[in-house]
């Protein structure tokens, strides 16, 4: 898989775009500057170019509205389906390389954050932590299907003044008991 489509998927607005055309076939720019109301123009642009660029956003037709063009998009190729397909034939290379995109993602996330003029971790709600906990299977699946219920609730919340984009990140795997007591 391409390591630029994994980078493109997980960037949060690049995932609003890529959800949203996911959800409604045949989307405008318009369109998505509606469901992304907090996205500048020029921003909704240059990632929906990079979407398509990365072969993620295709344009399925093209309207003539006012003696102007606007570019329809659908999906061309689902990112989902590769990590999926990674996922099925445990191919440990492939499925390293995404864990590392994913972390070296959320590396470039607090870096940019730290880039701020002002930051205050508790005042923006930042946190990042490891916890280890001791679950049966049984246990961890009532857990993540309590995280899932949770994440459910707020999935679809439309953009807001009272609300800011946040990025939620997660990793969840056995480990080691002594690994999990060095790093405590």
Do not use: W
């Not at 390591?3 to 996911?22: E, T, Y």
């Not at 590392?100 to 508790?122: E, H």
């Amino acid at each position: 898989m391409n390591q630029d489509v994994l980078k493109s998927l997980l960037n949060p607005i690049r995932m609003k775009i890529f959800q949203h055309v996911l959800m409604n076939e045949g989307v405008t720019t318009g369109d998505l500057a509606k469901a992304l109301p907090d996205v500048p123009q020029a921003s909704l642009y240059r990632h929906i170019n990079k979407m398509v660029q990365d072969e993620i956003l295709s344009v399925m037709s093209e309207n003539k509205v006012r003696g102007v063009y606007e570019k329809v998009y659908a999906i061309q190729n689902n990112p989902l389906t590769s990590i999926n397909k990674i996922v099925e034939e445990e191919d440990r290379e492939q499925l390293y390389m995404v864990c590392y995109t994913f972390a070296m993602s959320l590396l470039m996330d607090f870096g940019n954050y730290l880039k701020r003029d002002s930051i205050d971790l508790p005042e923006d709600k930042v946190g990042f932590r490891s916890i280890p906990l001791y679950l049966s299977d049984g246990e961890s699946d009532r857990f993540l299907t309590g995280l899932y219920d949770l994440l459910e609730d707020v999935l679809d919340h439309d953009p807001s003044e009272e609300r800011t984009l946040r990025k939620f990140s997660y990793a969840f795997m056995p480990v080691e008991e002594k690994e999990e007591m060095d790093d405590v």
